[in-house]
């Protein structure tokens, strides 16, 4: 093989990104076509790990051109729109009435509720101008960091200090990031997606904070959600502005 017919590191990482999203697609459709909320919760839990296995695959490939600045209370990046697919807010609610204790969800439910308030509906840029942080922060630490929505995942930054000017800014200066990670988190939401539409469901892109507020309402969410039920469907409205 001659040096310029070589795979660079580059392609090869998006050959594993779109294998990986096909893997995704597959993987959702067989759970979803005799879906149970417990198949559901399982699949979305195989999607984090597959994100997080097809993350590292790719950072080996492709490092970042500098060490990713990301770590426990540095929440610059909390104060965003964030949105999800229905399966993954599932997996988050599951991991809240698991760990918190009753004390915990209540005090939860009303700062959800609180900051839902304000961001209902909103767009991105109406969302970041707010600059209010997201609800799951805890000492300016994620308290479900172990379960995060994918685009949590995608999201790094090598530069903590850009993280802190694009705060200040409300989110309008730009952040180092690594690309290949972002289409990596990408690429298996977009496998959720898809399998999700050959399983027959809608497709719903949910605000985070909303549909949270929203499944702590409601503990049959879940339940209902996977019996074809519009649960979540305010939780993915935007304003007409």
Not at 117 to 143: I, Q, V
Not at 145 to 167: I, M, Q, T
Request: hydrophobic share 40%.
């Amino acid at each position: 093989m001659n040096e310029s017919s070589e795979i660079t590191p580059a392609a090869e990482a998006r050959d594993i990104i779109a294998r990986a999203t096909v893997a995704q697609r597959k993987d959702t459709k067989k759970a979803m076509v005799k879906e149970t909320l417990a198949r559901t919760i399982n699949m979305a839990g195989r999607a984090l790990k597959r994100a997080e296995d097809t993350i590292a695959k790719v950072l080996k490939l492709v490092p970042p051109p500098s060490p990713i600045a990301c770590q426990a209370g540095c929440p610059w990046c909390c104060h965003i729109r964030l949105t999800a697919s229905a399966p993954e807010v599932l997996v988050v609610l599951k991991y809240i009435r698991d760990t918190f204790s009753n004390g915990e969800i209540a005090a939860l439910k009303r700062k959800i509720a609180n900051i839902d308030g304000f961001t209902r509906r909103l767009d991105g840029e109406a969302r970041a101008k707010l600059r209010l942080p997201c609800p799951l922060l805890k000492d300016g630490s994620c308290s479900v960091h172990e379960v995060r929505p994918l685009s949590c995942r995608g999201v790094v930054s090598v530069d903590v200090g850009a993280c802190k000017r694009a705060y200040d800014s409300h989110m309008q200066e730009p952040v180092p990031q690594h690309e290949l990670q972002i289409q990596a988190a990408n690429a298996i939401g977009y496998g959720i997606y898809a399998g999700l539409a050959d399983a027959g469901f809608d497709l719903e892109d949910l605000e985070f904070t909303a549909a949270l507020a929203l499944g702590l309402e409601d503990k049959d969410i879940g339940k209902r959600w996977v019996n074809g039920e519009g649960v979540f469907t305010a939780a993915a409205e935007m304003k007409k502005f």
